[in-house]
């Protein structure tokens, strides 16, 4: 059987993948004792891996600037601008009609000129409620 690689030379989804079979090994009890405490140990480092492997991503984005109207990404280690592009920012769109909700008073003024009714053909006494 071929030595297990290195947590430290395996990427975030292998170490991840490994980490959860020994965990469905472990949960299942059927290792013996030594084998177990092996596993456990070997899950343990791998689990840290994954663990700097997500720091190391956590960094990466943190390093997503806004400078003016760009958007930066720099290198977490070195500072080094890697991208930029321009920040499309948000758009901004007029906010919907409100309908008037059921209940709520009424207005017993017909619509002012250009405004439809919420239901074509009914006014306010025509409705049932």
């Known amino acids: 059987m ?3 690689s290195p947590p430290q030379d395996l990427n975030f989804e292998d170490a991840l993948l490994e980490l959860e079979t020994i965990v469905s090994e472990l949960e299942r ?4 004792l030594d084998d177990s ?10 689990s ?4 700097d ?3 190391e991503a956590e960094k990466k984005v943190v ?21 930029s ?10 906010a919907p009609p409100r309908a008037q909700a059921p209940g709520a008073p009424s207005s017993d003024a017909a619509p002012e ?3 439809q009714p919420l239901i074509p053909g009914l006014g306010d006494d025509d409705i049932p409620f």
């Open 2 to 4: 071929t030595e297990p």
């Open 29 to 32: 009890g059927e290792t013996p």
């Open 37 to 46: 405490i092996a596993r456990f140990e070997r899950g343990v480092a791998l």
């Open 48 to 51: 840290r891996r994954c663990e």
């Open 53 to 55: 492997r997500l720091n």
């Open 63 to 83: 390093m997503l600037l806004r400078e003016g109207n760009q958007v930066v990404e720099r290198d977490a280690t070195t500072g080094e601008t890697l991208a």
């Open 85 to 94: 592009s321009d920040d499309p920012g948000d758009p901004v769109q007029p």
């Open 113 to 115: 000129a250009g405004q």
